[in-house]
């Protein structure tokens, strides 16, 4: 299963790093689809950076919808949640701030899945849950 922050990167990302099947959570298509609602004005309404980056996120989000099919957070990744609380909780973290990504995790959990991301360590104290799989987060050009 892939992490919402290797789709947003994906074009950058060495495909050697990443899965031959890959899946994603409907999570991930819902934080993509928030994505472009979330831009803020750089102090000028409506400048071309605004703009580019709404583009750029709402690219990111049809590609996505797609290309893949997304494993819904049902009932038993529901109940797999609990468990995936009780573990971040356990390792002296707050799971509050990281409702989506434990939301992710837990339905990759769900469908017996590695989870592949650029940010492992926001899946610290999962360890014995699930296999993170960490890819080297790229290089972006600066005009994303």
């Known amino acids: 299963m892939l ?11 060495d495909p050697a790093e990443l899965p031959g099947e890959m899946a994603v959570s409907a999570i991930t298509l819902a934080e993509l689809s928030a994505g472009p609602h979330e831009v803020r004005s750089n102090g000028e309404q409506g400048s071309y950076d605004e ?3 709404r583009a750029r996120r709402l690219e990111v989000l049809q590609r996505a919808a797609s290309e893949f099919d997304p494993v819904p957070f049902d009932a038993e990744a529901a109940r797999i949640y609990g468990r995936v609380t ?3 909780i356990a390792s002296g973290r707050k799971p509050r701030r990281r409702v989506v990504d434990l939301m992710i995790a837990s339905t990759a959990i769900a469908e017996q899945l590695a989870l592949f991301t650029t940010n492992p360590d926001d899946f610290a104290g999962l360890e ?10 790229p290089a972006v050009p600066q005009e994303i």
């Not at 992490?3 to 990302?13: E, K």
């Open 51 to 53: 703009y580019a980056e």
């Open 86 to 88: 009780a573990a971040v």
């Open 128 to 137: 014995t849950l699930i296999r993170i799989v960490p890819v080297i987060r």
């Open 3 to 13: 992490d919402t922050n290797i789709l947003i990167l994906r074009r950058w990302i």
